[in-house]
């Protein structure tokens, strides 16, 4: 049924409902003309038209595509990136490595500009963090799928690779998706890292080399404690009433389990053998062995109280103030030579000031 409408800016229709336009003409509802037509008082009515033009989804400004189109062609295009590079990977045996790529990709993409530039390195698949030096020396390389290829040939390859650096693996271990062993040198964990994908395997492929900055895992069990002990009783001498364990965690009969002395647990487990079986000892050397923190020898006042003289060279001690800890002892010989804090003092006379505070000299 037709009903008759008032006209007029802002007048209400007879149901009470607002008129916020009229239509001088009738258009079919696909006609997307528009005209522009003056009326007595000057002011223009627009024809309302119908647009068939991407919305905005009020987000991004009329006419312009979403984020989550954008999003979602940037990595349709980054599949289409890892599938057109697939010879450089281990095809689809690395699909999780590839996928994790793409997920960093996309978080780089986050927050950027619609339309911006990508950043320089962005859409690099196979950029790799930079290796820094770590407190301990100890650096872990991981070969994705690496136990499909003899030991033999992984690290003689490896070795070809970086030659005339040398490096020392420790730890080889063989799982299910991968190789792992580690280093406990920089430079050769440095020179590893340059080689990745770069070295070719008897099937054509790249080896995969990560490197990081880690030391093995190991268990405090009764088990690690029996292996630790063997190797002290072959280091002791009992005429001197002497420990050599200088550089502990390259013993030959600890070659297949972790026993590095920096580790707090170790050096305590140590400490208690000694205290067990050569509560008489009176000099212990500790050499080599990759210290920093000594809160942990704080137990030796009471549990080591006959020791005497204590060698700590070649370790990592930063300052003078590390050694609270051994105020407790009755040394009457101590060696720092070749740490940290003495290199922190140009004229040595200082230093040797700052030590004699300290109780020694």
């Keep these: 049924m037709s009903r008759n ?40 009515n627009t024809v309302r ?39 450089d990977t281990f095809d689809a045996d690395l699909r999780t490595h590839i996928g994790n790529n793409n997920n960093n990709r996309n978080r780089t993409n986050r927050g950027r500009r619609s339309g911006s530039p990508l950043p320089r ?53 063989a799982a299910e998706s991968c190789v792992t062993f580690y280093v406990e040198d920089f430079a050769a964990a440095e020179a590893i890292q340059k080689v990745d994908r770069k070295i070719e395997t008897p099937d054509g492929r790249k080896m995969i080399l990560m490197v990081r900055s880690n030391h093995p895992v190991f268990q405090v069990n009764d088990q690690l404690k029996e292996r630790m002990k063997q190797a002290m009783v072959k280091r002791y001498n009992p005429a001197t009433k002497a420990l050599n364990l200088e550089k502990f965690h390259a013993d030959p009969d600890l070659s297949d ?5 920096f580790r707090p647990q170790i050096i305590l487990v140590a400490i208690d053998i000694i205290a067990e079986h050569i509560p008489e000892l009176e000099a212990l050397n500790l050499n080599d062995n990759k210290l920093y923190m000594l ?65 020694y000299g």
């Design 49 to 87: 038209r119908v647009s068939f033009k991407p919305s905005g989804n009020g987000a991004g400004g009329r006419g312009k595509v979403s984020r989550a189109m954008q999003q979602l062609v940037r990595n349709h295009l980054n599949r289409e990136e890892d599938e057109a590079m697939r010879g």
């Design 257 to 261: 389990i972790f026993c590095a002395l």
């Design 121 to 173: 390195g962005a859409g690099n698949t196979h950029m790799r963090k930079k290796l820094v030096p770590s407190q301990t020396s100890w650096y872990e390389v991981r070969i994705p799928y690496g136990q499909k290829y003899e030991k033999e040939f992984v690290l003689r390859s490896i070795q070809q690779a970086i030659s005339p650096q040398l490096f020392i693996p420790l730890y080889y271990k």
């Design 295 to 359: 809160d942990h020898l704080r137990t030796m006042a009471t549990k080591i109280p006959n020791i005497k003289i204590l060698y700590m060279a070649k370790n990592r001690i930063p300052y003078i103030n590390t050694l609270d800890s051994l105020k407790a002892l009755k040394l009457v010989e101590l060696n720092l030579e070749e740490n940290p804090l003495k290199q922190r003092y140009e004229d040595q006379t200082i230093y040797v000031r700052y030590l004699a505070s300290y109780g």
């Design 5 to 44: 409408f008032r006209r007029g800016r802002g007048s209400r229709n007879q149901l009470g409902e607002r008129n916020f336009y009229e239509a001088p003409q009738t258009y079919v509802d696909h006609d997307d003309r528009g005209e522009r037509n003056n009326d007595r008082r000057g002011r223009n």
